[in-house]
């Protein structure tokens, strides 16, 4: 038995965070046994567990995904904890030590804010020099420098974060870090250097181009140097009027713009005593105050990946430009080799036009380094700003080698969890896509880009993305930080939640209007916190952000209340299916699907999490009032959208999806509902039309309702829209638009069109839960207890997925053989049970590892065309032959588009009648089948049975040499 991925408050060894109630979580893996019977939490001042101040004592009621230590937290204190851990086989297990430590919580600070006696544009260096006239125990710093800042500590850079403190709503909370520097100190003379940037606290941010100082105007810092002494002494080091302050070699930093580096104005040893400080200018005390002043809640943005450019381009307009290979977020590293005064420009682009480099989708974002230089050949990068792109333009350099160049990934600290693989390598690079979009939008807040003037915490994207996220990467502590932004916010706008969290406050408020209260975008005040108890079952999630989630649905019903009472939203601004491809009038941007429906649609559905929310957390009373709330608004638009029959009164994609997802017609009408789904769906070509509201859950909806093959046809579909349509094209990342480049390559709207946008990425949620068919459950959430449901598809000859859940590894795949056998892979973490549905199976049929499923000791029995297994922890191996063909067989009763949409069977048929793939005569004929054009009285002489026999044979060819 091993126990590991102690967690405290789901951060590992959390430093000076904010920790609120204190959480506990770990995993148990490696073991024999079944189920944990008991467990015991110890926490210590020491790592040797001499000064235990908590222990839990042996208890069968521990939890590993939340226990909740009742104990008070002593100021500046690390504290050191483990956890033992029974099974049901009788073995045990103590993990290994883990810690985490408090900040200042109420202790009142010593240091003041000062800042700089400078030009206010001018960035900054502010530094102290003090002795400590003994060695150095333990040195902790508590800091926060507005807009950003980097610090050294006696000439060593002090930390691998970079955007501290962080982006939050710097009007109500202003977080402040904790950081180790007991091995950057000695006894005698040390320093403390901070240099400072402008980022979205003073620099240019905001809509139509941004403003400047939109939270303040002036450079500020806060520092507090505490030092534990070996001669018993514990020495206080704060800002105050005698630090000093000169110019950085950063002359201008901003996150739409990039950065302006000197080396010549570098000042040697700025970080180290002894220097001479007579240019140094005084700092000033600034009345910022304590009270807005918190422990941090971010996680650190750091580097966490690098990669290598691939290829160097030199374009027919003489530029030279690096291509990475991906569109990431971050910077490069280079090395920097120049005469005295030679400036060296990195220019930084999405895409390629004409061969050319490109950034007109960049909008007023200069996104560029200049870096000038001192005449020393060193290595370089910028300090306060960040670029998206995959292409950098190069002016200046000599000579460029490949090898003097490195892509800096950054996002916030945190850890990959999910990964998916298939048959199909469009599919997989897909969802790797949609990874590597999270990656480049997870920067501290869930950004909708990080390429143009924007790069802003979108709620309507959060909402629709959170469930995609907390599969690919463990996310509650960012998505933590990022609802405290949302409730701050909230509480200024009685009970509204702004479109932009955190919402951006532009100095004159003449010109912009900072909305809020939109339906999707405001839902993420219910949706992530109920997303986030979900994923991890930690109930703590839900009652920080219970205030948030019944405020948001009282300030619809409020809306409700003044406009009538029909338990309808019908007023006011939304987005409604923000993109979508089926408005009347293709400049509207919120598509075809009445704003006001899914306004009522989604004020049904957060009234419905409310209800649930409370019944969780015990407030019954609650619970009913706000189900019966949900009842009211569901009848209402049953009566305003539906026919007596069911049908719905609004013929679009998303319409019918919505009413199928969030439960809003009655069961005997469902199937009328994904019947008019599946046909509207037919008459559009079986491709998508839907927009941020609509796709998110189109493909479950389809495979949860008896449609997976329709399910699996949008995933697939490769021409415009789909979402490979993109992959085909080049992408390395979702694109906003389903059209962002268009067949040819060029580039589409330019006033609204970022490559980095991930919304769209939420269909690899539906690659987790449904193709590979992994689901939490709500009565036992955090994957304690998993639904497991694959739904293969002739299609794809395997799908596979592997899921760190908070509560062990997680393993679900399927693979259909030649000759139509299903085999399915499991693996179930210790501790946990999940419901087993094995589709179109007879229980007779069914063998586990090579024997009779009947004859073993799983418990099994036959529900309709599916075996129904309940599984405990370990690996499963299930194959049989299913009761309905699988394999993807054509015959003459298929439609021509569903041939020519299936890579592999488009190259054999263009082989069998050339050019036929791109005959434009048959374009019409794409929605008929091959009988009916055979003997639709246009003579095309083709032998489609021979066509289909050609198809078949080479594509079993091709399937035994894969396997």
């Not at 590991?4 to 204190?22: A, D, M, S, V």
């Not at 601004?573 to 429906?597: I, S, V």
């Not at 304690?784 to 760190?804: D, E």
Request: glycine content about 8%.
């Amino acid at each position: 038995m091993r126990v590991k991925n102690l967690r405290t408050n789901h951060i590992t060894n959390p430093l000076g965070f904010e920790l609120g109630k204190l959480r506990m979580s770990w995993i148990t893996e490696d073991t024999v046994s079944k189920f944990q019977t008991a467990a015991r939490v110890e926490i210590a001042l020491d790592e040797a567990f001499e000064n235990i101040v908590f222990d839990s004592g042996i208890r069968e009621d521990i939890d590993s995904l939340a226990f909740y230590p009742e104990m008070k937290l002593s100021v500046r204190t690390r504290y050191f904890w483990r956890v033992t851990v029974w099974g049901d086989s009788g073995d045990f297990a103590t993990s290994e030590t883990a810690w985490f430590e408090t900040a200042k919580l109420e202790e009142p600070w010593t240091a003041k804010w000062v800042t700089p006696s400078l030009d206010k544009e001018l960035h900054p260096i502010i530094r102290k020099e003090f002795k400590l006239p003994s060695e150095v125990i333990s040195a902790r710093v508590y800091m926060c420098g507005l807009g950003l800042y980097e610090f050294e500590v006696n000439g060593r850079k002090a930390s691998e974060e970079y955007f501290a403190p962080g982006f939050n709503a710097y009007d109500f909370w202003l977080q402040y870090q904790t950081y180790d520097i007991t091995e950057l100190l000695k006894e005698g003379d040390n320093c403390l250097s901070v240099m400072l940037g402008n980022g979205t606290y003073k620099g240019r941010y905001g809509f139509d181009g941004g403003y400047n100082e939109l939270y303040g105007d002036k450079f500020a810092l806060i520092c507090e140097i505490v030092v534990t002494l070996k001669n018993g002494m514990t020495a206080v080091i704060g800002t105050d009027e005698s630090w000093k302050a000169i110019e950085a070699p950063v002359k201008f930093s901003g996150v739409y713009d990039g950065e302006v580096y000197d080396a010549n104005a570098e000042i040697e040893g700025w970080s180290k005593p002894g220097i001479d400080e007579r240019n140094w200018s005084a700092v000033e005390l600034i009345d910022i105050g304590y009270e807005k002043l918190t422990a941090r809640l971010s996680l650190p943005v750091k580097i966490k990946e690098e990669i290598k450019p691939i290829e160097i381009i030199h374009t027919k307009k003489g530029e030279t430009v690096l291509d990475m290979g991906q569109n990431m977020t971050g910077w490069i590293r280079f090395k920097a080799s120049a005469e005295k005064g030679q400036e060296l420009l990195l220019e930084f682009g999405e895409i390629l036009q004409d061969d050319c480099f490109y950034r007109d989708n960049l909008r007023t974002a200069k996104a560029e380094f200049r870096y000038i230089s001192d005449g020393t050949s060193k290595v370089v990068q910028p300090h306060f700003t960040y670029y998206g792109f995959r292409y950098v333009k190069l002016t200046g350099f000599k000579e460029v080698s490949l090898e003097d160049f490195t892509g800096c990934v950054i996002y916030s600290d945190l850890e990959l969890t999910g990964s998916i693989e298939t048959s199909n390598p469009l599919v997989n690079k897909l969802f790797k896509n949609a990874q590597w979009g999270q990656k480049g939008n997870f920067l501290d807040v869930p950004t909708d880009c990080p390429q143009r003037d924007e790069k802003m915490g979108w709620t309507g994207d959060a909402q629709v993305f959170a469930s995609t996220a907390c599969f690919n990467m463990y996310s509650p502590a960012f998505y933590t930080k990022y609802m405290y932004d949302l409730r701050e916010e909230q509480k200024r706008l009685g009970g509204s939640v702004p479109f932009v969290v955190p919402s951006i406050k532009p100095k004159n408020p003449v010109g912009i209007v900072n909305g809020n209260g939109s339906t999707a975008w405001g839902d993420a005040a219910t949706i992530i916190p109920w997303t986030l108890y979900l994923h991890y079952g930690d109930k703590e999630l839900l009652a920080q952000q219970f205030d948030t989630m019944k405020d948001w649905v009282d300030y619809i019903k409020g809306i409700d209340d003044n406009t009538g009472g029909r338990r309808l939203w019908t007023v006011g601004f939304h987005f409604a299916d923000w993109l979508a491809l089926d408005a009347k009038n293709p400049a509207e941007l919120t598509g075809g699907t009445d704003k006001y429906y899914i306004a009522s649609a989604y004020y049904c559905y957060s009234a419905k999490l409310v209800a649930k929310a409370s019944k969780i957390l015990g407030k019954i009373e609650l619970s009913e009032e706000y189900s019966n709330l949900a009842e009211e608004i569901k009848q209402a638009i049953l009566r305003e959208y539906f026919t007596p029959n069911g049908r719905s009164a609004i013929n679009t994609q998303t319409a019918m999806i919505v009413a199928l997802y969030m439960d809003l017609v009655p069961e005997d009408h469902r199937e009328r509902t994904i019947k008019d789904l599946r046909e509207k769906l037919d008459g559009d070509n079986m491709h998508l039309t839907t927009g941020f509201v609509g796709t998110p859950y189109f493909c479950r909806v389809l495979s949860e309702n008896g449609s997976n093959e329709d399910a699996y046809r949008l995933l697939l579909n490769d021409d415009y829209p789909s979402w490979l349509y993109a992959v085909k094209l080049g992408a390395t990342t979702i694109w906003e638009r389903w059209n962002s480049v268009l067949p040819d390559g060029t580039i589409g709207d330019t006033g609204m069109n970022s490559l980095n946008h991930y919304a769209y990425g939420s269909i690899a949620e539906w690659m987790y839960r449904n193709m590979c068919g992994i689901n939490p459950v709500e009565d036992v959430p955090g994957f304690r207890k998993i639904r497991l449901k694959p739904t293969p598809h002739g299609s794809l000859k395997y799908a596979k997925a592997n899921f760190n859940s908070p509560n062990g590894p997680i393993e679900s795949g399927w693979k259909l053989s030649d000759e139509g056998i299903l085999t399915f892979e499991f693996e179930i973490p210790f501790n946990t049970t999940a419901e087993l549905i094995l589709p179109d199976a007879l229980l007779e049929n069914v063998k586990i590892y090579g024997s009779s499923l009947i004859e073993s000791d799983i418990d099994a029995v036959q529900e309709g065309s599916n075996v129904v297994c309940k599984l405990t922890a370990g690996r499963y191996n299930f194959e049989y032959m299913p009761s309905k063909e699988y394999r993807y067989i054509y015959n003459l009763d298929n439609k021509l588009c569903e041939l020519i949409n299936n890579v592999e069977v488009k190259e054999i048929l263009d082989e069998v009648i050339p050019s036929l793939v791109n005959n434009q005569v048959l374009s019409f004929l794409f929605q008929n089948t091959l009988k009916q054009i055979s003997c639709g009285g246009m003579d095309l002489g083709i032998d489609w049975n021979y066509a289909l026999n050609k198809i078949d044979s080479e594509l079993k060819s091709k399937a035994i040499s894969i396997l």
